[in-house]
């Protein structure tokens, strides 16, 4: 488990083809790679990954083809910048929300408007993540757990601080960049506990829509 709080920022070295899915090495840039061991976790962009070798200043971890389809890994090349963050140790302060490290979907920055004392940046989601962003609530961007300050349809609108910009690849962000969502886990929880008896019948692929609330008593007439 992660909060999305970025430890530091690394550049990725190289990334070797092993079939269909490639070797990663990640410059670890100033993460303390003092206490990482093999098979340790360390969310890179806010893909969790699993360390497969390491040294002083560099890990490597296997990213595996359904990964790469599902995540930004598709457009990174040597020279990346990218968030890094170790799972969090149950003594660590929580100065985030929950974070998996397990993907939802790519979005894309589709405005980015500066302001005198803080960079407002509008993402816009998948269609299918659209319900489980809501004003206020918390969302992982690239790993960095941020809040939605502004929801309009797909897209929501981030505050970024400088000190933000400055220690994380948001800094980096133009119109048309590519973006790693995860979503709140809680809001996963509470569509499939809203389910309620429902969640053990097959769905065949359909969650809770406007037609599932007002079937089960959600919504008034």
């Given at each position: 488990?992660?909060?999305?709080?970025?430890?530091?920022?690394?550049?990725?070295?190289?990334?070797?083809?092993?079939?269909?899915?490639?070797?990663?090495?990640?410059?670890?840039?100033?993460?303390?790679?003092?206490?990482?061991?093999?098979?340790?976790?360390?969310?890179?962009?806010?893909?969790?990954?699993?360390?497969?070798?390491?040294?002083?200043?560099?890990?490597?971890?296997?990213?595996?083809?359904?990964?790469?389809?599902?995540?930004?890994?598709?457009?990174?090349?040597?020279g990346s910048?990218?968030?890094?963050?170790?799972?969090?140790?149950?003594?660590?302060?929580?100065?985030?929300?929950?974070?998996?490290?397990?993907?939802?979907?790519?979005?894309?920055?589709?405005?980015?408007?500066?302001?005198?004392?803080?960079?407002?940046?509008?993402?816009?989601?998948?269609?299918?993540?659209?319900?489980?962003?809501?004003?206020?609530?918390?969302?992982?961007?690239?790993?960095?757990?941020?809040?939605?300050?502004?929801?309009?349809?797909?897209?929501?609108m981030l505050?970024?601080?400088?000190?933000?910009?400055?220690?994380?690849?948001?800094?980096?962000?133009?119109?048309?960049?590519?973006?790693?969502?995860?979503?709140?886990?809680i809001a996963?929880?509470?569509?499939?506990?809203?389910?309620?008896?429902?969640?053990?019948?097959?769905?065949?692929?359909?969650?809770?829509?406007?037609?599932?609330?007002?079937?089960?008593?959600?919504?008034?007439?």
């Amino acid at each position: 488990m992660f909060t999305g709080i970025i430890q530091a920022l690394g550049t990725i070295r190289s990334l070797q083809n092993k079939g269909d899915d490639i070797r990663l090495t990640v410059a670890s840039g100033g993460l303390d790679m003092s206490d990482v061991a093999l098979g340790d976790s360390i969310a890179t962009n806010g893909v969790c990954l699993t360390v497969v070798d390491f040294g002083d200043d560099y890990y490597a971890a296997d990213v595996s083809a359904e990964t790469i389809r599902l995540t930004g890994f598709a457009n990174y090349k040597a020279g990346s910048k990218v968030n890094l963050e170790k799972a969090m140790r149950p003594i660590d302060r929580f100065g985030g929300h929950i974070v998996s490290g397990h993907v939802d979907g790519v979005g894309e920055i589709t405005r980015i408007i500066d302001h005198s004392d803080y960079v407002e940046i509008w993402v816009k989601a998948p269609n299918d993540l659209a319900k489980y962003i809501a004003h206020k609530g918390s969302i992982t961007v690239d790993g960095v757990s941020l809040t939605v300050n502004k929801v309009n349809g797909a897209e929501f609108m981030l505050w970024i601080i400088p000190h933000t910009l400055k220690e994380t690849v948001i800094g980096n962000y133009r119109a048309g960049t590519r973006v790693n969502l995860e979503v709140d886990v809680i809001a996963r929880y509470l569509e499939r506990l809203m389910m309620g008896e429902k969640a053990s019948q097959p769905t065949q692929g359909k969650g809770i829509d406007m037609a599932f609330l007002a079937e089960n008593g959600f919504l008034r007439k």
